[in-house]
Structure formats: structure tokens, C-alpha cells
């Protein structure tokens, strides 16, 4: 099993900046790709950005040059700075781990921007 424990979001105005970070523990597995997704109110879930264990990176394009993933091995943490954000960047925010077998999501965080 994988506990997943988001932080960071909150409300900003728009141009300003946060950082969520998305914390694993386990004893069993080995996390490989860690990925955030978000969730606007009445749209799908939608992918963020994805990083690979070995610091690998890509960002869906509507937040590439804004945000950026980072992630701590030895902690196993992510984080996501989100810079210049924008109302459109509004939703809740999910981290996902990947393991051999399988995925585990954590219960996402608010973030709202407003204009």
C-alpha cells in the first residue's frame, strides 16, 4: 500500500504562485512515475505534468513554461510549482504514484485562482 498526502493548494489571485507537493510512504514498493492531474468543475480529469523517476519530465501544454515538477527520490516527494497562474488553472489537483502493478492516487487539493 501507498499513502499519498497532498498539500499546498489554497486561493490566489491571478499572476501569482504555488507550490503543492505530494508526499508517498511505503515499505512495499518502489515509486516510479509520479504524475499530477486536475479536475475543473464539470470537466474531466485532465493530465498536468508527469515525471519518471530518473527526472524525466513532460506538461500538458496548456502549463508548459508555468509550472514545473520536481520530485525528491529520497523522500519520495513531488512537488508542482505553479507559477503565473491563471482563473482556467482553477480545479482540484491529484497526485498519482506509479508502481510494478499498479497506481495509487492521492485526495487531491483545491486550487483557486481567481481573475
Known amino acids: 500500500q501507498v499513502q499519498l498526502v497532498e498539500s499546498g493548494g489554497g486561493l490566489v489571485q491571478a499572476g501569482e504562485s504555488l507550490r503543492l507537493s505530494c508526499a508517498a510512504s511505503t515499505s512495499t514498493y518502489r515509486i516510479n512515475d509520479m504524475v499530477w492531474y486536475r479536475q475543473a468543475p464539470g470537466l474531466q480529469r485532465e493530465l498536468v505534468a508527469r515525471i519518471t523517476r530518473e527526472g524525466s519530465t513532460n506538461y500538458a501544454d496548456s502549463v508548459k513554461g508555468r509550472f514545473i515538477i520536481f520530485r525528491d527520490n529520497a523522500k519520495n516527494t513531488m512537488y508542482l510549482q505553479m507559477n503565473s497562474l491563471k482563473p482556467e488553472d482553477t480545479g482540484v489537483y491529484y497526485c498519482?504514484?506509479?508502481?510494478?502493478?499498479?497506481?495509487?492516487w492521492g485526495q487531491g487539493t483545491q486550487v483557486t485562482v481567481s481573475s
Open positions: 498519482k504514484v506509479e508502481v510494478f502493478g499498479g497506481s495509487f
